[in-house]
């Protein structure tokens, strides 16, 4: 049985010369081809067309198995034209693309990715992952992977999965592995969202504490502060309050730090957190600024490891917060040089 799927083509005066090659399918089917343009569109058929062949005979055969007639002949006319209408990619997506792998058309290999991302259901998926894997086509995996672990539950009730548990024990493994995976990286970007919301918190009870000492809000500020002014609560109240409220209890305490009182060592921590950050002790009025600043001096020892990265990454977030929020957004190559100076990836 023969089939013409690239009818005679003219151009200007000229017509294309008769089919001199054709491809054979899986039930037999002849498909007439111009070699020109298969050896043009495909490396693989360019070589097979190429080849010496054993026996001389004036008709050239090229066999492309393994798929279905309409199949082939929709892999042919894209050969000639470059060209599939969205009903044959998503009718043959999953043969297309083995055929553009199999004789290297990546122009097909990428649309044929596309219609199965485009199409891809708990049902399929399964079988589009291992083609995904047989026709090395990463992009197409990575979105198999991820629509895997997020539907694991339903992808247990399909008749693929079961396949798979009973025939192919290595990638039931491998996806078990990425579905673990994958919710370790969850934990950990909550864990580093958590972290990073503390040390934001820290850079701004550093601020409202600077704030505070300095100027004064509400009622607690230095002593010279003037009372008969009337201030307002600052744009970071609910920090600035909390810090106020603290600040008082320190200065009332019985217990005092040798005493066991939480909330006068979380004081403490803040004042020598402060002192760390500071540049200006000399003329920083935060109270005990200079003291734990000379005391570190004085002692001839550092901090240890955590409480320097504690330091560092709190110092970090105070210059991310310090930027505008217009300026956060566009320019971020402020915030990415902080980071190499101090070492810290936030």
């Not at 393994?66 to 894209?78: E, K, L, R, T």
């Amino acid at each position: 049985m023969e089939l013409h799927s690239t009818p005679p083509i003219h151009g200007g005066a000229t017509e294309m010369p008769q089919p001199d090659v054709h491809v054979v399918t899986s039930t037999g089917l002849l498909i007439s081809a111009h070699s020109k343009f298969l050896a043009a569109a495909s490396p693989v058929l360019e070589s097979m067309i190429n080849r010496p062949q054993k026996r001389r005979s004036s008709e050239r055969k090229i066999p492309i198995l393994g798929v279905p007639d309409n199949a082939v002949s929709v892999f042919i006319q894209f050969l000639y034209s470059y060209r599939c209408d969205e009903e044959q990619l998503k009718k043959y997506a999953i043969h297309l693309l083995a055929l553009s792998h199999v004789y290297l058309v990546p122009q097909l290999k990428q649309r044929c990715t596309r219609a199965l991302v485009e199409h891809l259901t708990i049902e399929n998926v399964v079988d589009v992952l291992q083609l995904a894997r047989l026709c090395d086509a990463p992009d197409l995996h990575l979105k198999c992977m991820n629509m895997l672990s997020k539907n694991f539950k339903a992808l247990e009730k399909t008749e693929g999965w079961k396949f798979i548990q009973n025939h192919d024990p290595f990638l039931e493994l491998q996806i078990l592995q990425s579905i673990d995976e994958s919710e370790s990286m969850k934990k950990r970007t909550r864990r580093r969202r958590k972290e990073r919301s503390l040390y934001i918190e820290l850079s701004e009870a550093m601020s409202c504490l600077e704030h505070i000492c300095s100027e004064g809000c509400t009622g607690v500020g230095p002593r010279d502060m003037d009372t008969s002014k009337e201030k307002g609560p600052c744009s970071k109240f609910s920090t600035c309050h909390g810090l106020q409220l603290l600040i008082k209890h320190v200065g009332g305490c019985k217990k005092r730090v040798n005493g066991g009182c939480l909330r006068c060592k979380r004081m403490w921590q803040l004042f020598r957190l402060h002192s760390s950050i500071c540049d200006h002790h000399d003329e920083c009025r935060v109270p005990l600024c200079r003291k734990f600043k000379s005391k570190e001096v004085r002692d001839g020892r550092e901090s240890d490891e955590l409480w320097r990265l504690l330091v560092r990454k709190v110092a970090l977030a105070k210059a991310i917060m310090s930027l505008p929020k217009r300026k956060r957004e566009e320019e971020p190559r402020e915030v990415m040089n902080y980071q190499k100076l101090s070492g810290l990836k936030f």
